[in-house]
């Protein structure tokens, strides 16, 4: 994010020119008049677009990210690896079951992402630390919120036609057999939540250091420890704390999407995770203005 | 001095520091807040202390920077945050409904179900048995069940951290439900809505149903615990799918509340009574269970089953490829024919065994008006030997596929005289042909003649076991539907040591049996769902297709687009 997304936003068209009065002068006045105004009223109407249509500003950062990511032919090589996977697992899966079913598919995406998701997120913001353009970024009137909900957007955007890319998936099955299409659903709908979840803890993690190595590493992990919580749930014996580790296990509340019954728990606890990662990976940006 | 000071206040710290993290370390290694990390904790807080009082300014002007001031204020708004959602959670945790997006609605209540439920005036109490980890299937539907009416309460065991449950209930299997309610029970193994409906039925009817051993002519006793051909164990199976079970002594006739009868192949023939009472009882409708064993006399139960077109074989099933720890003479069945009764009978069954077994002919045609459908059968290997000497194929055996269970159902004409049959008494089996040491605890199959049924009634049958005065039902209902035969050509598969040998599922064969004997296989018409998913059809370059299209074409095509977009940015 070189340009400072955000600060390049248009003069609000909401704001016409008042030329009642430019009548009685001359030409030349009413030339630098104009040129006046037009300075003015551009740099008010800048400081009011950004403080006051937080959506637009959200809009132009995820744009802008989600465009910088596919401008880079590493992003392709992302979607690439993530597909042959999904591709083989999927076929392999197919093959050997004879079912129409992605149950077990959906499961093997969450694995694969686990590793690939802070591929994405790992320069989000180390790299705006790492080049100074976060200095940039928090002296602009933007909210950090947005910055982060922006970036979040952006790689979820991206995160999405990746998504997308398998739909052949349950199309083929469609051609060969009879999925329970209510399960698939269910299943997109669960793998969509626990990528943004994946974002959004790779995107914390990022705020927090100007390595994209570190940001890497640690994001993956993060994840892993939180994808198999359950088993440190178990061991804990059967208290409130292994139920609270169970609680917390990302793997065990991934099932009822998959199985085409989605729990409310389940889903209010993915976006949860989204919005605690997401918050205090705004908390982490704010600190940088009085660290 | 005023450098050594602080070298000592810094070195307070520290130790407070190390004594805090060991108080926390020794808790979660022993896992309890015992006597160790209790004094650890109490010294790490004490150094605390005495590193404040010591040194206060340092403490109070670390209060004073502006990292701290603002940093304070961001953790504190951080966990304000994530305790608020945290509670969000637990609140939702406890009131989460689910979303069905099945096509079939596999994870919804049928309307049958709902309506029992909402009637539900009595509460049933389910205990489940599952490992940690796999009990979220059963826990799912239990808690579909507990929504509809509080009435219902569940909880799931983990027998390993909890063994001291499934003692009490006398549970073996892992992945049982024992539903109860008052003094009735009934097990469940499988997790399907299906089931649960029924066993809640069952345990909230008013009605228990009766079924006989016939006693009295050799046949191993179900009051007999203690010897291994007792059928104790298979008593207390029946008891505990909320059966009421009752010796029938051989002088009596079938009374009216039996609901079903287990004739067993003794070491004395029938009484003549006994004959004219069971012919009787079957042309009226009746429903029994009838077993023989390797080598055991079978005239009259041949006569029994004549007319249901069923014909108990001499001799000894053997069979090399499917047996028990290679033991030819203990065939092991893994798929059933599904056809007709087969479905109820072999519903869930994994591996069944029967130890010096016969064989079962049929009549074909079968009679008229009758059904036969044969369940289990040894494997194409086998064969049917009447010689008693070593183990081998010979002139008069029978090539295999032997049947080994067989039901007979149908409308039997009039009640026929009967005619005691003089057939000849074979030897006690198992004398000839040796038990391989590779079982060593296989008994002769009736080489061990039974007490009379007072010899062993004293054997205490478990704790667990309900035995309260049932109100059962009577010959209207009991002989309603036709008559049903089971044959099993085999009498030591329902004894104490068969009934529950590991990884069998002989158990599960003798409940499937007398539910469909007794006409209890489902109390309710609750739909079943198909809960797996359709099959798929590849034929000939399908699967390449599937392959290279997903896992090369596609992604190929994502690199040639990152090419291009390379290339123009170049």
Not at chain 1, 20 to 33: F, H, K, L, P, S
Not at chain 2, 281 to 310: I, Q, R, T
Not at chain 2, 413 to 420: D, E, F, I, K
Not at chain 2, 497 to 507: E, I, V, W
Request: charged share 15%.
């Amino acid at each position: 994010m070189k340009d400072a997304p955000g600060l390049a936003v248009e003069p609000d068209p909401t704001q016409a020119p008042a030329e009642a009065d430019e009548a009685e002068t001359t030409a030349a006045e009413r030339r630098r008049a104009r040129r006046t105004a037009a300075r003015t009223r551009g740099a008010s109407s800048r400081t009011r677009t950004l403080a006051s249509y937080p959506l637009r500003n959200i809009g132009t950062i995820a744009g802008r990210e989600l465009y910088s990511l596919f401008a880079s032919p590493i992003a392709y090589l992302v979607i690439a690896f993530f597909l042959v996977m999904n591709g083989y697992l999927f076929s392999i899966i197919l093959f050997n079951s004879q079912q129409a079913s992605m149950s077990t598919s959906f499961a093997d995406m969450a694995i694969i992402l686990l590793f690939l998701a802070p591929s994405i997120t790992m320069r989000l913001l180390s790299e705006e630390q790492r080049s100074g353009t976060i200095e940039l970024l928090l002296t602009s009137p933007l909210r950090e919120s947005e910055l982060v909900l922006g970036k979040w957007l952006g790689a979820m955007g991206f995160y999405l036609v990746m998504l997308a890319l398998t739909l052949p998936y349950p199309l083929f099955l469609l051609k060969y057999g009879s999925p329970d299409l209510g399960q698939v659903a269910g299943g997109y709908v669960g793998i969509i939540l626990v990528g943004g979840v994946f974002l959004a803890i790779g995107l914390f993690i990022s705020s927090l250091t100007q390595n994209q190595i570190i940001a890497l590493a640690a994001s993956i992990g993060v994840l892993l420890v939180l994808w198999l919580f359950q088993g440190a749930g178990q061991s804990f014996g059967s208290g409130g704390g292994a139920s609270l580790a169970q609680y917390l296990a990302l793997a065990p509340h991934f099932d009822s999407f998959t199985s085409g019954n989605i729990r409310l728990n389940d889903l209010v606890y993915y976006l949860s995770l989204i919005v605690i990662a997401l918050f205090l990976a705004v908390r982490s940006v704010e600190t940088r203005r009085w660290r | 001095m005023n450098r050594a000071f602080k070298t000592l206040t810094t070195g307070i710290l520290y130790a407070a520091v190390v004594a805090l993290f060991a108080a926390l370390a020794t808790y979660l290694v022993s896992g309890l807040f015992g006597n160790l990390p209790k004094i650890l904790l109490i010294v790490g807080l004490a150094l605390l202390a005495a590193y404040v009082v010591a040194d206060p300014d340092t403490v109070l002007g670390l209060f004073k920077t502006r990292g701290l001031k603002y940093g304070s204020n961001t953790v504190l708004m951080s966990v304000l945050f994530v305790a608020i959602i945290g509670a969000g959670n637990w609140f939702v945790n406890q009131h989460s409904p689910s979303f069905d997006l099945t096509a079939n609605k596999i994870h919804t209540l049928s309307p049958q179900t709902i309506s029992i439920l909402k009637d539900l005036k009595q509460t049933v109490t389910v205990t489940g048995f599952f490992r940690a980890g796999e009990e979220q299937q059963a826990k799912d539907l239990l808690q579909l069940y507990a929504a509809q009416n509080s009435q219902i309460q569940y909880r799931i065991v983990d027998p390993e951290k909890d063994p001291a449950t499934p003692r009490q209930l006398g549970i073996i299997n892992l992945g049982t439900l024992v539903f109860q309610s008052g003094s009735n029970r009934k097990d469940v193994q499988s997790v399907t809505e299906q089931d649960f409906t029924s066993a809640i039925l069952a345990v909230t009817s008013a009605e228990r149903r009766k079924v006989y051993f016939v006693t009295g002519n050799g046949q191993p006793d179900p009051d007999d615990a203690q010897q291994q051909q007792g059928y104790n164990e298979a008593k207390i199976a029946l008891q505990n799918n909320n059966y009421v079970v009752d010796a029938l002594p051989a002088t009596s006739s079938v009374p009216d509340d039996a609901a079903a009868v287990i004739l067993a192949s003794g070491t004395k023939p029938l009484l003549d009574n006994q004959k004219s009472a069971y012919a009787d009882y079957l042309a009226k409708g009746g429903k029994m269970l009838v077993m023989s064993s390797a080598f055991s006399d079978v005239g009259d139960l041949n006569d029994l089953l004549k007319p249901l077109g069923l014909t108990f074989m001499q001799g000894i099933t053997i069979d090399a490829a499917n047996s028990l720890a290679n033991n030819p003479q203990a065939p092991a069945v893994s798929r059933y024919s599904s056809a007709g009764a087969g479905s109820d009978i072999t519903k869930g069954l994994t591996i069944t065994l029967y130890p010096l077994a016969g064989g079962i002919q049929t009549a074909t045609p079968a009679p008229q008006g009758i059904t036969i459908n044969a369940v289990a059968s040894t494997s194409d290997q086998s064969w049917l030997q009447t010689h008693r000497d070593q183990i081998q194929f010979r002139d008069g055996d029978t090539r295999g596929p032997i049947n080994l269970v067989v039901s007979a159902s149908g409308k039997l004409p009039a009640p026929a005289s009967s005619s005691p049959s003089a057939s000849p008494s074979g030897s006690a089996p198992g004398t000839l042909i040796q038990n391989p040491t590779a079982v060593p605890t296989l008994p002769p199959a009736s080489a061990t003649p039974q007490a009379s049924s007072s010899g062993a009634a004293q054997s205490a049958a478990p704790a667990a076991t309900p035995t309260p005065i049932p109100a059962v039902t009577g010959a209207d209902v009991n002989l309603a539907g036709g008559t049903r035969v089971v044959a099993v050509a085999d009498t030591d598969w329902l004894s104490n040591q068969f009934l529950d040998f590991p990884q069998t599922g002989n158990r599960d064969l003798l409940v499937n049996t007398i539910n469909y004997l007794a006409g209890n296989q489902a109390l309710v018409s609750v739909p079943a769902k198909s809960t797996s998913p359709g099959q798929v059809l590849l034929l000939g370059s399908d699967a390449n297709l599937i392959l290279f299209t997903t896992a090369l074409f596609i992604p190929l095509a994502v690199l040639v687009l990152g090419g291009f977009v390379w290339w123009q940015r170049r």
